[in-house]
T-cell receptor, first 113, second 113 residues
Framework: GAGVSQTPSNKVTEKGKYVELRCDPI?????LYWYRQSLGQGPEFLIYFQGTGAADDSGLPNDRFFAVRPEGSVSTLKIQRTERGDSAVYLC???????????FGAGTRLSVL | GENVEQHPSTLSVQEGDSAVIKCTYSDSASNYFPWYKQELGKGPQLIID?????GEKKDQRIAVTLNKTAKHFSLHITETQPEDSAVYFC????????????FGSGTKLNVKP
């Protein structure tokens, strides 16, 4: 399996809880992206990593959202004090270079009750 | 920022017919336009892309055309098959930040056998 892997595939949590979503990019891909997809909508950009650093985090909706990629491979999207409006599918994509094709994982469906 | 509009939102065609999906964008500096296919429960998969220095690109039954003056681009699928049924998304990258994709809202294509 050489594709982008996201875990868990589904996450149900209660309002106010903290969640972590994991992304394993394709081996060797230096660029990594997080998107959020609400029902019936296209993916919406959240953050882009080049290596270990967040090169563009302009899409993060507020300071409850944070993402890390400490070793330049696996990335974790962290959401604090979840709200019902955070319910969506969170997609991760990786690319072999900053201007390359983006390959998407299947996403994590987050449901905040 | 960039604004991508996509239509129609749903499209139903008979097997063997052609399907056309259209997108417009607002940022004249955008220079990369990928199309993604998303099947139920899966992440988006790139099917074709075009850069701004090209007016048309074709790959077997799929083609994309770009009109930079009018700021619109279209996906054309010929000889449609039931397995083409999915949601299709167009996207544009901002001119100076190549990797930040702005997606349209999607077109649900149904190919009737």
């Amino acid at each position: 399996g050489a594709g982008v892997s996201q875990t868990p595939s589904n996450k149900v949590t209660e309002k106010g809880k903290y969640v972590e979503l994991r992304c394993d990019p394709i081996s060797g891909h230096t660029a990594l992206y997080w998107y959020r997809q609400s029902l019936g909508q296209g993916p919406e950009f959240l953050i882009y990593f080049q290596g270990t650093g967040a090169a563009d985090d302009s899409g993060l909706p507020n300071d409850r959202f944070f993402a890390v990629r400490p070793e330049g491979s696996v990335s974790t999207l962290k959401i604090q004090r979840t709200e019902r409006g955070d319910s969506a599918v969170y997609l991760c994509a990786s690319s072999p270079r900053s201007d390359g094709i983006q390959y998407f994982g299947a996403g994590t469906r987050l449901s905040v009750l | 920022g960039e604004n991508v509009e996509q239509h129609p939102s749903t499209l139903s065609v008979q097997e063997g017919d052609s399907a056309v999906i259209k997108c417009t964008y607002s940022d004249s500096a955008s220079n990369y336009f990928p199309w993604y296919k998303q099947e139920l429960g899966k992440g988006p998969q790139l099917i074709i892309d075009i850069r701004s220095n090209v007016g048309e690109k074709k790959d077997q039954r799929i083609a994309v055309t770009l009109n930079k003056t009018a700021k619109h681009f279209s996906l054309h699928i010929t000889e449609t098959q039931p397995e083409d049924s999915a949601v299709y998304f167009c996207a544009a990258s901002s001119g100076y930040n190549f990797n930040k994709f702005y997606f349209g809202s999607g077109t649900k294509l149904n190919v009737k056998p």
